[in-house]
């Protein structure tokens, strides 16, 4: 079993940056496809952005032009570029494997005050 691992997250205030990574942990696994969700206390789990395989990317709305996804194949990494950021984006941060895999990260904590 492959255990991603997020790192990054903490507390901002409104409008400043964070910079996310999701790795896999203890494991060969090569990294490629990989969708950070986001969960709020009582809000539905939100997919935030998407990496394909092939390094095609895309956003929710909600964070289209302040967040930004990207892969380092070199070290086996993706990360979750955010700024600008708002107090609605506070929210535990979870990576998730793409198909054909489905590995979870146990996620990382962003809270952004006002």
């Known amino acids: 079993q492959v255990q991603l691992v997020e790192s990054g997250g903490g507390l901002v205030q409104a409008g400043g940056s964070l910079q996310l990574s999701c790795a896999p942990s203890?494991?060969?696994?090569?990294?490629?496809?990989v969708d950070w969700y986001r969960q709020a206390p009582g809000k539905q789990r939100e997919l935030v952005a998407i990496i394909t395989t092939g390094g095609t990317t895309n956003y929710a709305a909600s964070v289209k032009g302040r967040f930004t996804i990207s892969r380092d194949s070199a070290k086996n990494t993706v990360y979750l570029q955010m700024n600008s950021l708002k107090p609605e984006d506070t929210a535990v941060y979870l990576c998730?494997?793409?198909?054909?895999?489905?590995?979870w990260g146990q996620g990382t904590q962003v809270t952004v005050s006002s």
């Open positions: 203890g494991s060969t696994f090569r990294i490629n496809g």
């Open positions: 998730h494997t793409r198909p054909p895999y489905n590995y």
